[in-house]
């Protein structure tokens, strides 16, 4: 299997090695890091992870703390003594806190943990959403460690990120799905993840997850699935144990079936806007089983500037980008398949708008619309409705760029100072498409960097 | 009309999964540069990828190519090797003309309904474009004579035979060894003999072209066809021809016989390049796997006529292998839903039609009582032919097999009642085979 992993920027590679990182450094060249990315037989982290807390939710950070024992982390309850280890991560869990004076003593201590976290280091803030029965206090307390996380964020150097597990409707923070956040963050699957604070619900309790193969048994579907992004995603669900059935126009069919024939799945040469595309991906899984999982990746673009849009321009999107989805899981709702993940790929340019691309955000816009609405019907049936919206990731379709504008949205709209590759959108996704996710129904995870594009 | 099944062999049956191809293209175009096995490695691995068959151990890959060059003995054993399929999986070439693929297929099959394999794939590929080339016989006599010389005055000796015309390459063709008459002067003798007019030759291309474009923008190939280097569609298809426009096409067979001559390159094929494979296995296997199966591979039957004497015309061995496996199986004309014949030139499919309907050759050369009958033209290659997708000699069987499957599955899903396509093809030598698919 190619390496999925290696940046393809030369600037990031540059920076970071030999002669030229010496002239970087000398000159003060915006150096971002390169960034540590998901090996079957790597430590989950970089370092130890130390977990903080306010007083009141000590007794949910002992229970995380034993949780990350069970995965062989090496972890501390208090940063003293610690000496001049460098943090592989720092987990604050501030469940418990009534009242915003009383998180500021675990909040300083996290800060004065920040010079020694290790590069690629995690921050993961765990915390509890503001509900409508909260007192002001409280909803204060919890709403707070929003903006806090997407600021450490900010600060943070050297590839390290901080994230937000908020656990809604009561869920235990020791429950299947906050654990499989909290991991998910903490690993380098999440190395382009960055400033996002994902709302988890209840979950049922799994024991015995297989880490390695967190898919295994499972049946996938990728759309557009030929190339780029849509490749990335079905080679990744492939390596945690997926049946993968990759789909993709017919005229993409060569490279579709090369996809297939590398990750030991299925090639289907379809159109999404076929009106009975979703019969079709229901017969394409018959012989393996049925379906679990459901990735709408494909997706084209056709920029122009609303004023001299043709309708074919705007059609054509609005077609492929939304409607298609729209249409599939409509006629698997109707066919009662249980247990379905969906995951939709949105885009950063859906929620911050994008000049020359009001088709492609609408429909990406839409996509997180139809992805809320969506959950609850598929929650009746056990599944689960999410989107991912990737930033910038180095493609074939972003490669074509011009140079200017490729380096600012690569450098310097996102904290992490570089684009992310389709590994990072793929990892997301295959997250939010494994069991351990349940509790996630109807988000938005972003992929971004932390770009500061958005609403 | 007859709506059973046909009878139950006495064997098991052989079913068709599904088939692959690469995109046909005309000889030089797109596969310029591109082997024999490129392409047929490429067709498997559409195959393999369709049906999620990686690592898979078949019972066997069976195809050909017509063109071939003798460093490619094992053209099919080592597209295998080249595959996704297990390394396991055993491989034979074989080799009968423009039949290959069908021939392949018929193979397959029987080992399959004998209990021998459980799976296979049938097909062919050829290409014009990377054909061998061949030096003359002379320049061949000499350089072996020196080989075999044991003194170097006997090598310089054996060299020396050689006059400059024998550097010339001889140039690859289709003419028989035996009347070094191209195919299309042998055919154009039997199209004036069965007195085949311009305009019905004319007309089966335009429809070959239609029924070709209206199959392709229906979807109809999108799971038949997977794309290869750059080409999704069959480039030698005219969707925009017309009648008027092949009508003012010069002939270029038939030309000194005499009478007005009427083959076209409008209404003959041209040289093709492609690849074609097939899937093949038992019901139980296909169950098994819950892999769809389209139709099955009901039985077969190859002919061939003494052409060299001229006592018969190059490629009608089809009309008389047709009734002889229809009888076989208790079948006639009525009871099949698809006729695929294949359009080596627009007047072969006349004049096999042709003969049938003739009370006086049905009863003197066919053995039969009377006219074996008349076909439902509307039944003819309804999705196209060989004049329109353009004819890789051993990928032709495939292509056909495939699309007959998939015709009769659909067929049955609207009917609600078995159908049938019966498929012909003519071939080089006096040669021709032929089969019958039948829904499941």
Same mark, same amino acid.
């Given at each position: 299997?190619?390496?999925?992993s290696?940046?393809?920027?030369?600037?990031?590679?540059?920076?970071?090695?030999?002669?030229?990182?010496?002239?970087?450094?000398?000159?003060g060249?915006?150096?971002?890091?390169?960034?540590?990315?998901?090996?079957?037989?790597?430590?989950?982290?970089?370092g130890?992870?130390?977990?903080?807390?306010?007083?009141?939710?000590?007794?949910?950070?002992?229970?995380?703390?034993?949780?990350?024992?069970?995965?062989?982390?090496?972890?501390?309850?208090?940063?003293?003594?610690a000496?001049?280890?460098?943090?592989?991560?720092?987990?604050?869990?501030?469940?418990?806190?009534?009242?915003?004076?009383?998180?500021?003593?675990?909040?300083?201590?996290?800060?004065?943990?920040?010079?020694?976290?290790?590069?690629?280091?995690?921050?993961?803030?765990?915390?509890?959403?503001?509900g409508?029965?909260?007192?002001?206090?409280?909803?204060?307390?919890?709403?707070?460690?929003?903006?806090?996380?997407?600021?450490?964020?900010?600060?943070?150097?050297?590839?390290?990120?901080?994230?937000g597990?908020?656990?809604?409707?009561?869920?235990?923070?020791?429950?299947?799905s906050?654990?499989?956040t909290? $991991?998910?963050?903490?690993?380098?699957?999440?190395?382009?993840?960055?400033?996002?604070?994902?709302?988890?619900g209840?979950?049922?309790?799994?024991?015995?997850?297989?880490?390695?193969?967190?898919?295994?048994?499972?049946?996938?579907?990728?759309?557009?699935?030929?190339?780029?992004?849509?490749?990335?995603?079905?080679?990744t669900?492939?390596r945690?144990?997926a049946?993968?059935?990759?789909?993709?126009?017919?005229?993409?069919?060569?490279?579709?079936?090369?996809?297939?024939?590398?990750?030991?799945?299925?090639?289907?040469?379809?159109?999404?806007t076929?009106?009975?595309?979703?019969?079709?991906?229901?017969?394409?899984?018959r012989?393996?089983?049925?379906?679990?999982?459901?990735?709408?990746n494909?997706?084209?673009?056709?920029?122009?500037?609303?004023?001299?849009?043709?309708?074919?321009?705007w059609?054509a999107?609005?077609?492929?980008?939304?409607?298609?989805?729209?249409?599939?899981?409509?006629?698997l709702?109707?066919?009662?398949?249980?247990?379905?993940?969906?995951?939709?790929?949105?885009?950063?340019?859906?929620?911050?708008?994008?000049?020359?691309?009001?088709?492609y955000?609408?429909?990406?816009?839409?996509?997180?619309?139809?992805?809320?609405?969506?959950?609850?019907?598929?929650?009746?049936?056990?599944?689960?409705?999410?989107?991912?919206?990737?930033?910038?990731?180095e493609?074939?379709?972003?490669?074509s760029?011009?140079?200017?504008?490729?380096?600012?949205? $690569? $450098?310097?709209?996102?904290?992490?100072?570089?684009?992310?590759l389709?590994?990072?959108?793929?990892?997301?996704?295959?997250?939010?498409?494994?069991?351990?996710?349940?509790?996630?129904?109807?988000?938005?995870?972003?992929?971004?960097?932390?770009s500061?594009?958005?609403? | 009309m007859?709506?059973?099944?046909?009878?139950?062999?006495?064997?098991?049956?052989?079913?068709?999964?599904?088939?692959?191809?690469?995109?046909?293209?005309?000889?030089?175009?797109?596969?310029?540069?591109?082997?024999?096995?490129?392409?047929?490695?490429?067709?498997?691995?559409?195959?393999?990828?369709?049906?999620?068959?990686?690592?898979?151990?078949?019972?066997?890959?069976?195809?050909?190519?017509?063109?071939?060059?003798?460093?490619?003995?094992?053209? %099919?054993?080592?597209?295998?090797?080249?595959?996704?399929?297990?390394?396991?999986t055993?491989?034979?070439?074989?080799?009968?003309?423009?039949?290959?693929?069908?021939?392949?297929?018929?193979?397959?099959?029987?080992?399959?309904?004998?209990?021998?394999i459980?799976?296979?794939?049938?097909?062919?590929?050829?290409?014009?474009?990377?054909?061998?080339?061949?030096?003359?016989?002379?320049?061949?006599?000499?350089?072996?004579?020196?080989?075999?010389?044991?003194?170097?005055?006997?090598?310089?000796?054996?060299?020396?035979q050689v006059?400059?015309?024998?550097?010339?390459?001889?140039?690859?063709?289709?003419?028989?060894?035996r009347t070094?008459?191209?195919?299309?002067?042998?055919?154009?003798?039997?199209?004036?003999?069965?007195?085949?007019?311009?305009?019905?030759?004319?007309?089966?291309?335009?429809?070959?072209?239609?029924?070709?474009?209206?199959?392709?923008?229906?979807g109809?190939?999108?799971d038949?066809?997977?794309?290869?280097?750059?080409?999704?569609?069959?480039?030698?298809?005219?969707?925009?021809?017309?009648?008027?426009?092949?009508?003012?096409?010069?002939?270029?067979?038939?030309?000194?016989?005499?009478?007005?001559?009427?083959?076209?390159?409008?209404?003959?094929?041209?040289?093709?390049?492609?690849?074609?494979?097939?899937?093949?296995?038992?019901?139980?296997?296909?169950?098994e796997?819950?892999?769809p199966?389209?139709?099955?591979?009901?039985?077969?039957?190859?002919?061939?006529?003494?052409?060299?004497?001229?006592?018969?015309?190059l490629?009608?061995?089809?009309?008389a292998?047709?009734?002889?496996?229809?009888?076989?199986?208790?079948?006639?004309?009525?009871?099949?839903?698809?006729?695929? %014949?294949h359009?080596?030139?627009?007047?072969?499919?006349?004049?096999?039609?042709?003969?049938?309907?003739?009370?006086?050759?049905?009863?003197?050369?066919?053995?039969?009582?009377?006219?074996?009958?008349?076909?439902?033209?509307?039944?003819?290659?309804v999705?196209?032919?060989?004049?329109?997708?353009?004819?890789?000699?051993?990928?032709?069987g495939?292509?056909?097999?495939?699309?007959?499957?998939?015709?009769?599955a659909?067929?049955?899903?609207?009917?609600?009642?078995?159908?049938?396509?019966?498929?012909?093809?003519?071939?080089?030598?006096?040669?021709?085979?032929?089969a019958?698919?039948?829904?499941?």
């Open positions: 299997m190619a390496d999925q290696a940046p393809s920027d030369k600037y990031t590679v540059a920076v970071n090695r030999g002669f030229t990182k010496t002239i970087a450094k000398k000159l060249l915006p150096r971002p890091a390169i960034l540590r990315r998901y090996a079957p037989d790597a430590p989950l982290t970089v130890p992870v130390l977990v903080v807390s306010d007083d009141a939710s000590a007794g949910d950070a002992d229970a995380l703390a034993k949780a990350l024992l069970a995965w062989d982390v090496d972890v501390r309850r208090s940063a003293e003594g000496g001049d280890v460098r943090w592989g991560g720092v987990v604050l869990v501030g469940t418990s806190a009534e009242s915003p004076e009383a998180v500021s003593e675990a909040v300083l201590t996290l800060g004065s943990t920040l010079r020694r976290l290790a590069g690629n280091g995690r921050v993961v803030v765990v915390s509890r959403a503001p409508a029965g909260d007192s002001p206090a409280v909803a204060a307390t919890r709403a707070g460690f929003e903006g806090f996380t997407r600021s450490v964020g900010k600060e943070l150097r050297a590839g390290a990120t901080a994230n597990v908020q656990l809604t409707g009561g869920a235990a923070v020791d429950s299947t906050a654990l499989g909290l $991991r998910f963050f903490l690993s380098a699957k999440s190395a382009y993840v960055d400033g996002q604070v994902l709302p988890v209840p979950s049922d309790t799994l024991e015995d997850v297989d880490w390695k193969q967190p898919l295994a048994g499972k049946v996938a579907v990728v759309t557009g699935a030929a190339r780029g992004i849509g490749a990335a995603i079905a080679r669900l492939a945690d144990g049946k993968v059935v990759v789909v993709d126009v017919p005229a993409a069919g060569e490279s579709l079936a090369a996809v297939a024939n590398e990750i030991k799945g299925t090639a289907v040469q379809l159109d999404v076929a009106a009975d595309a979703g019969t079709k991906i229901l017969e394409a899984t012989h393996l089983g049925g379906i679990d999982i459901l990735v709408h494909a997706g084209i673009l056709r920029d122009k500037l609303l004023a001299n849009m043709k309708p074919a321009q059609d999107v609005i077609a492929v980008n939304l409607a298609s989805q729209l249409r599939i899981n409509e006629q709702l109707t066919a009662g398949v249980e247990g379905l993940h969906i995951v939709s790929l949105a885009s950063t340019s859906g929620i911050a708008g994008n000049k020359g691309q009001t088709n955000a609408y429909s990406k816009s839409g996509v997180i619309g139809h992805t809320a609405a969506t959950a609850p019907l598929v929650a009746q049936l056990g599944g689960t409705a999410n989107a991912v919206a990737p930033g910038f990731i493609t074939e379709m972003t490669r760029i011009p140079f200017a504008t490729r380096e600012v949205g $690569r $450098r310097i709209i996102p904290s992490l100072q570089q684009g992310g389709p590994i990072d959108v793929a990892e997301a996704i295959a997250f939010l498409s494994s069991p351990v996710a349940h509790g996630v129904n109807g988000q938005v995870l972003r992929v971004c960097g932390q500061m594009l958005g609403k | 007859s709506t059973t099944p046909s009878p139950v062999p006495s064997t098991r049956e052989a079913v068709i999964i599904g088939g692959n191809r690469i995109p046909f293209s005309r000889a030089g175009k797109k596969y310029v540069r591109t082997s024999n096995q490129d392409m047929f490695t490429a067709a498997l691995e559409g195959l393999v990828a369709r049906f999620g068959l990686q690592g898979e151990r078949l019972g066997e890959v069976a195809g050909g190519a017509v063109l071939k060059h003798s460093k490619n003995f094992n053209l %099919i054993r080592e597209s295998v090797l080249g595959s996704s399929l297990a390394p396991t055993p491989a034979y070439d074989v080799q009968q003309a423009c039949a290959t693929g069908l021939e392949a297929a018929i193979a397959v099959t029987n080992k399959i309904k004998l209990g021998q459980e799976s296979a794939i049938a097909g062919g590929t050829d290409t014009v474009s990377d054909a061998p080339i061949v030096v003359s016989d002379r320049l061949r006599a000499a350089l072996l004579d020196a080989n075999h010389a044991k003194t170097t005055g006997a090598k310089i000796k054996a060299l020396l006059r400059p015309k024998d550097l010339a390459p001889a140039t690859p063709g289709t003419g028989e060894p070094h008459l191209s195919m299309g002067e042998h055919q154009a003798v039997t199209t004036a003999k069965w007195g085949i007019s311009r305009e019905a030759q004319d007309e089966i291309a335009y429809n070959s072209h239609q029924n070709l474009a209206r199959a392709w923008e229906s109809f190939f999108d038949l066809v997977t794309p290869f280097k750059g080409l999704t569609r069959d480039d030698n298809m005219r969707p925009d021809t017309s009648l008027e426009k092949l009508a003012k096409l010069k002939p270029v067979f038939g030309t000194k016989l005499g009478e007005t001559a009427t083959m076209t390159a409008g209404n003959s094929t041209p040289l093709t390049d492609g690849a074609s494979a097939v899937l093949f296995s038992s019901r139980e296997w296909a169950e796997r819950d892999l199966i389209l139709a099955k591979f009901v039985d077969a039957e190859t002919a061939a006529v003494d052409f060299v004497h001229g006592h018969e015309g490629l009608m061995a089809p009309a292998a047709v009734p002889r496996l229809l009888a076989r199986n208790g079948l006639t004309l009525e009871d099949i839903d698809f006729f695929e %014949i359009e080596a030139f627009a007047s072969t499919v006349l004049t096999t039609l042709a003969a049938w309907e003739d009370e006086e050759y049905c009863r003197t050369e066919l053995g039969l009582d009377g006219a074996f009958g008349k076909i439902d033209r509307s039944k003819l290659n999705n196209g032919s060989s004049l329109a997708a353009g004819h890789p000699f051993a990928a032709t495939g292509r056909i097999i495939a699309t007959a499957a998939k015709l009769v659909a067929k049955a899903a609207e009917t609600g009642r078995p159908a049938r396509a019966l498929i012909s093809v003519c071939a080089a030598g006096g040669l021709g085979a032929v019958v698919v039948e829904s499941v």
